[in-house]
């Protein structure tokens, strides 16, 4: 509560008027007391990612840096030597203009009916990075030997990468913000969703920002046991179609890191 009071710059009083109406609208306890210490119930941290996805959504929103076109989620944040472009795209892209790589991506899926472990589904395997919720957290349980980020960063990156939420990934806690809420937004529809993206990401820690351009396939698929498991296709491609892209960094990644992949 201590906290709370100074990061607001507000009374104790005002902040606990404000749980109090948070958790009437609610219909629910987010807080307890103990030993005179404010934590969170258990309904209370079942609610915590959403609310904290809301939060960054709502700030970056304050300052245009997100918005939905036609329910479609775009991302446009320009720091300097740090930038982050996304634009989802319709599923018609895929069949449209989508390379074959991710259309066979697409199918593999389908025909597997979103179980990873079925035979149809392991052409896919080797270029996915597959997360499972644990915690109130995404935690990467697998990561394909050619897949993007495999290729991109290395193999140290590839097997130091199980186990660890998606704020400890590569990108930090604000590239997880802004995946945190797009997963859990799969979980909730067992859906599908395409995105084109522009970044800077350093290949190898303490190396300076590159260009990195790619298309996204998320898939909502299960484990063997039927938990949900939420399976992340990157191929690295200049050819983008976001419409907040300065056109000084069209084409701005390297050649060399296109992906040329079949399955």
Request: charged residues 25%; hydrophobic residues 40%.
């Amino acid at each position: 509560m201590s906290h709370a009071v100074e990061e607001l710059g507000s009374t104790r009083q005002t902040v606990r008027r404000h749980i109090t109406f948070l958790e009437q609208a609610k219909g629910f306890e987010l807080f307890r007391i103990r030993d005179r210490r404010y934590e969170l119930t258990e309904r209370g941290k079942s609610a915590l990612p959403e609310a904290l996805t809301l939060l960054a959504r709502g700030n970056a929103w304050l300052t245009s840096e997100v918005g939905f076109e036609y329910g479609m989620l775009r991302v446009s944040k320009d720091d300097g030597d740090w930038r982050f472009f996304l634009q989802q795209r319709p599923l018609a892209d895929l069949w449209q203009t989508g390379s074959n790589f991710m259309r066979d991506c697409m199918r593999c899926w389908a025909e597997a009916g979103g179980n990873i472990e079925h035979p149809a589904f392991q052409p896919v395997r080797p270029y996915a990075m597959v997360f499972r919720p644990n915690e109130q957290q995404w935690v990467c349980v697998d990561v394909g030997r050619d897949s993007s980020f495999a290729t991109w960063f290395g193999w140290e990156w590839q097997s130091s990468s199980i186990g660890r939420p998606l704020d400890a990934l590569p990108g930090g806690p604000v590239i997880g913000d802004l995946m945190e809420g797009t997963f859990q937004e799969i979980a909730a529809n067992n859906a599908l969703r395409f995105d084109h993206i522009h970044t800077t990401v350093a290949r190898k820690p303490g190396t300076p920002l590159v260009p990195l351009s790619y298309t996204r396939l998320l898939l909502g698929a299960r484990f063997p046991d039927g938990t949900f498991a939420l399976v992340n296709i990157i191929e690295r491609t200049n050819d983008l179609k976001i419409d907040d892209l300065p056109d000084k960094f069209v084409n701005a990644m390297d050649p060399e890191w296109v992906m040329n992949v079949s399955i």
